[in-house]
């Protein structure tokens, strides 16, 4: 099994950046597509982005398109939410989670997460 840790959530003002990471530990990230997801407050949690195992493909929500930037590091085990242009409205809890699979299918790799981490608060104020 892998194990997830995030880390880099903060306090930022409307229009700054953030930088979130995700350290895999346990079993090779490689083994997982890698995915963002977010909840706020009395909302559903969300998809926001995943890359599959390789790196090759990477997926965003229409929200953060455009904004929002994955990428992973498999030597490193890690994987990294670039978050730019921040809104308000981007506030929540931000969780990194795993999905075992080599796919690269869209639909697929938007759900069906077996493993996630702790989560981090993101706040953006205005």
Do not use: H
Request: proline residues 1%; charged residues 15%; glycine residues 12%.
């Amino acid at each position: 099994q892998v194990q997830l840790a995030e880390s880099g959530g903060g306090l930022v003002q409307a229009g700054g950046s953030l930088r979130l990471s995700c350290a895999a530990s346990g079993r090779a990230a490689s083994d997982y597509a890698m995915g963002w997801f977010r909840q706020a407050p009395g909302k559903v949690r969300e998809f926001v982005a995943v890359i599959s195992r390789s790196g090759s493909n990477s997926y965003y929500a229409d929200s953060v398109k455009g904004r929002f930037t994955i990428s992973r590091d498999n030597a490193k085990n890690t994987v990294t939410l670039q978050m730019n242009s921040l809104k308000t409205e981007d506030t929540a809890t931000y969780y990194c989670a795993a999905k075992r699979t080599a796919s690269v299918d869209w639909n697929f790799l938007q759900s069906g997460y077996g493993y996630w981490g702790q989560g981090t608060q993101v706040t953006v104020s205005s």
